[in-house]
């Protein structure tokens, strides 16, 4: 099985600022990896799939990159609604396994 | 515009059983592999299961392979788990969520596995 690791676990940062949060595969999975977002009590949200392609309808401060092991996700400008946990997710193989989650908080 | 409205959850018993529905709406539900993800009480996400557009093949996370079954009905637009011999560790929200590329989730389902 492939295991999906993501760091930081938790990340504070300020409204305007830019931050990345990485995803890293046990072994390659080419571009095979979707990020998502949850807030407290929803539902996850999907923001971009194929490493690097947007979902429709969500903003473009949100990019993706990455292929192989190493992935990035990275939201520029923070804002209030942008604090949630952040999610990896790799589907090359079975079990298509998450990332533990990054918690991005308010500093 | 994409919906998935999951149905089924509760409260049951250790070693029980439950069928989890899910009704899609807003998109050809019969082109698209669907999958079933969990989260327990304050924790991530976990895959659960998957099932491509015409039911043909399905994968099953090993934590629940044996007990769960997943399939759908694509004259309904409805995807479906059947869980039994539930144990306390089954107790999570269950979300449907369609392929990665497509993207869309549910609101979720509590399933409470408990005596």
């Given at each position: 099985d492939i295991q999906m690791t993501q760091s930081p676990s938790s990340l504070s940062a300020s409204v305007g600022d830019r931050v990345t949060i990485t995803c890293r595969a046990s072994?390659?999975?080419?571009?095979y990896l979707a990020w998502f977002q949850q807030k407290p009590g929803k539902a996850p949200k999907s923001l971009i799939?194929?490493?690097s392609s947007l979902q429709s309808g969500v903003p473009s401060k949100f990019s993706g990159s990455g292929s192989g092991t190493d992935f990035t996700l990275t939201i520029s400008s923070?804002?209030?609604?942008?604090f949630a946990t952040y999610y990896c997710q790799q589907y090359?193989?079975?079990?298509?396994s998450f990332g533990q989650g990054t918690k991005l908080e308010i500093k | 515009q994409v919906q998935l409205v999951e149905s089924g959850g509760g409260v049951v018993q250790p070693g029980g059983s439950l069928r989890l529905s899910c009704a899609a709406s807003g998109?050809?539900?019969?082109?698209y592999g669907m999958h079933w993800v969990r989260q327990a009480p304050g924790k991530g996400l976990e895959w659960v299961a998957f099932i491509r557009y015409d039911g043909s093949n399905k994968y099953y996370a090993d934590s629940v392979k044996g007990r769960f079954t997943i399939s759908r009905d694509n004259s309904k637009n409805t995807l479906y788990l059947q869980m039994n011999s539930?144990?306390?560790?089954?107790t999570a929200v269950y979300y449907c969520a369609m392929a990665a590329a497509a993207g869309g989730w549910g609101q979720g389902t509590l399933v409470t596995v408990s005596s």
């Open positions: 072994q390659g999975i080419s571009n799939y194929a490493a923070l804002q209030p609604e942008d090359n193989s079975y079990p298509h | 998109f050809t539900f019969s082109s539930l144990r306390a560790e089954d």
